[in-house]
């Protein structure tokens, strides 16, 4: 079933993390997910060994309050597990990046860790992978598990990405799992970006990228970390680190503001002559004005 990988089997007894080429990093998000976890570990284990290639499974454990990190502890036993462990919560965008940093592999798969992204399917994007292809994104057939309201403002912010920017389109109904391939992994570590929106900066990078449909199931167990919060933030991000129409849009409605206010200021003036309110509007006007172009 694997004979593409093949070359690169190795024995296990003999192998260490830092000795041996490792073909890939599956990285792993967790917070507080101690109940998700045991059925997770066991599930991807299972499908990694069976694969029989240099793996590595890293858990990135971003300020979990639970068993959380009791548990990767013990998992990081087993032979290419690693555990990272975050100061504190940094949120799941911030976990993934510091799992970039960390991954040892040629590629890397992001997955979360209450079996929402199954890894059985592993084995196909990794064969995906070496048949060419640089991204692998898994499309979600349908949000079993979403509520309403989350799938109407997902659309919603699709819908409003694709306006704010048509240079590149964030592709609807794939989250973050997705296998990355070595070339726009490389790319992906040398951007100078501190804070990575990992849904659009993969699609902003090009590079020879395919689908995998997949059926995305509710969580293992646990609760959903998801709130409108976290939404709003990642929206607002994602909004200004990829589109310059807002504060285009900005500068414009300050033009013309200022023009009104000039035209307002000039006849009142006529009429009554000039006051202070007339000077405070004109150094309102005219700041907005250079804040726009500043950052335009
Ligand atoms: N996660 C994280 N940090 C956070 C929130 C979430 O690492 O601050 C991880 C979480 O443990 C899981 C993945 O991100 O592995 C997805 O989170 P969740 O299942 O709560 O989101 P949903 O699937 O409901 O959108
Ligand atoms: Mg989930």
Redesign the pocket.
């Known amino acids: 079933m694997f004979n593409k990988v093949t070359p690169l089997l190795k024995d296990k007894k003999d192998t260490s993390l830092t000795s041996r080429s490792v073909l890939f990093t599956v990285i792993v998000p967790c917070f507080n997910e101690a109940e998700a976890l045991p059925e997770f570990q066991k599930q991807t284990l299972a499908v990694l060994d069976q694969m029989q290639v240099p793996y590595e499974l890293l858990y990135v454990n971003d300020g979990s309050t639970d068993e959380t990190q009791i548990l990767i502890d013990q998992y990081a036993q087993n032979l290419g597990v690693r555990a990272l462990h975050l100061s504190r919560n940094f949120g799941k965008e911030s976990a993934m990046n510091a799992g970039i940093d960390y991954a040892n592999a040629q590629a890397i798969i992001f997955m979360?860790a209450?079996l929402?992204d199954p890894p059985q399917l592993i084995p196909q994007m990794v064969n995906t992978w070496l048949d060419g292809f640089d991204i692998v994104n898994m499309k979600r057939k349908g949000r079993q598990?979403d509520t309403t309201t989350k799938k109407v403002t997902a659309k919603l912010y699709y819908c409003l990405m694709k306006k704010l920017n048509p240079s590149f389109v964030i592709p609807e109904q794939v989250s973050d799992f997705r296998l990355i391939g070595p070339k726009p992994l490389a790319a992906l570590k040398t951007m100078p970006e501190r804070m990575m929106v990992m849904k659009g900066m993969i699609p902003w990078l090009g590079f020879n990228t395919t689908e995998i449909l997949y059926n995305r199931v509710a969580?293992e167990a646990g609760l959903?970390k998801?709130n409108y919060w976290g939404l709003i933030d990642l929206a607002i991000e994602g909004i200004i680190s990829f589109s310059k129409k807002p504060i285009r849009w900005y500068t414009f409605a300050a033009i013309v503001i200022s023009l009104i206010t000039a035209v307002a200021i000039g006849f009142d003036t006529a009429q009554h002559g000039a006051n202070l309110i007339h000077l405070i509007a004109f150094i309102l006007t005219f700041l907005s004005v250079g804040i726009a172009l500043i950052f335009d």
Do not use: K, M, N, P
């Open positions: 979360d209450d929402q598990g969580r959903t998801w």
